[in-house]
């Protein structure tokens, strides 16, 4: 599908609308098709003991809005356009690494992207807190391990294996972060799949968590990451924003200034760190969004654009095609 101005305005509106039947609106339904990312047991889980949930927080038939906990069997939920344009989307939700969203910035975005073409990926990932091996390498495993297969099954899937993005949002935007700068592998190899890059070829941040510092930290995902007592080199070395990005992919940012959550200086200390790197970066700021909106919490009000914005920008970077 080719995306012009006109139809991509109404993209999120389309993407959120609820199927209707006979009865009351009820929720799109979930994609079938599900990958597993590691073929035996996630790496470091001998003294894992938690049982994963999902829970639902809507109780609106209209739409969901679950979060998993205790996940020690990290997925991606396929999600696959009508009309695919080659471009793949792997995208990490948030939830401050306390548990992970499964719609509203997972599901509920990739139906966006999704209507413009991209084939979406929708992780769910392991949580530090719950005892693996790696503490706040257990994510970024599962992000490592999850854009690699993206990117290793792609020719087989009819997609470009050189047009791999990756979206996240808030905890899930300082996951997509490290996975964009981090040059190191978190695990050993598994499979053939482990032989292709793990660093996607451009990076979607909303409302990132960027720093593990004071006074802009957001102390939840720091706790949960770090524990409750980091020393300055952890904190350090979590920081986005100190984090070598030389050589890093185009990355663009988006963040509501109202954000009680996580303050907008994170974006702005993240992308003064990408202009030092001459990282092609792109920004911008919303009066007022507060925090988490993904898509549907944002309809009717000016940063529902955002995901018209970061489509514009990823065409001008040739992920996509646009007229």
């Known amino acids: 599908m080719t995306v012009n101005r006109r139809t991509a305005l109404g993209l999120a509106a389309m993407a959120t609308v609820p199927v209707r039947g006979l009865g009351p609106q009820v929720a799109p339904p979930d994609p079938a098709e599900v990958i597993r990312l590691w073929p035996g047991a996630a790496p470091g889980g001998e003294r894992v003991t938690v049982t994963p949930q999902v829970t639902e927080r809507s109780n609106n038939p209209a739409f969901h809005d679950r979060f998993a906990r205790y996940t020690t069997d990290p997925i991606l939920t396929v999600l696959r356009p009508d009309r695919p344009n080659g471009a793949s989307l792997l995208l990490i939700p948030g939830g401050g690494y306390r548990w992970a969203v499964v719609d509203k910035e997972g599901?509920?975005?990739?139906?966006?992207?999704?209507?413009?073409?991209?084939?979406?990926?929708?992780?769910?990932?392991?949580?530090?807190?719950?005892g693996w091996a790696a503490g706040p390498d257990a994510p970024l495993q599962d992000a490592q391990r999850a854009l690699r297969l993206v990117r290793a099954q792609a020719t087989a899937r009819g997609l470009d294996p050189a047009r791999v993005a990756v979206l996240g949002a808030s905890a899930g935007g300082h996951l997509a972060g490290m996975l964009t700068a981090r040059a190191d592998i978190t695990y050993a190899a598994v499979d053939e799949a482990d032989a292709v890059s793990h660093r996607p070829d451009l990076s979607i941040l909303l409302y990132p968590v960027a720093t593990m510092a004071d006074p802009h930290v957001h102390a939840g995902s720091r706790r949960e990451l770090l524990g409750e007592a980091p020393t300055p080199e952890a904190i350090a070395r979590y920081s986005l924003e100190r984090m070598s990005w030389t050589g890093s992919a185009p990355t663009f940012l988006l963040h509501a200034m109202d954000d009680a959550s996580v303050p907008v200086e994170n974006s702005l200390e993240l992308l003064s760190a990408l202009r030092a790197a001459a990282v092609p970066c792109e920004a911008h700021l919303f009066q007022e969004g507060g925090h988490g909106f993904g898509i549907r919490l944002i309809a009717g009000r000016p940063a529902a654009a955002w995901p018209q914005l970061a489509l514009t920008w990823a065409a001008r970077h040739g992920w996509i095609t646009q007229t």
């Open 107 to 130: 599901l509920d975005c990739a139906r966006v992207f999704a209507a413009a073409g991209v084939t979406c990926f929708v992780l769910r990932y392991r949580l530090p807190g719950d």
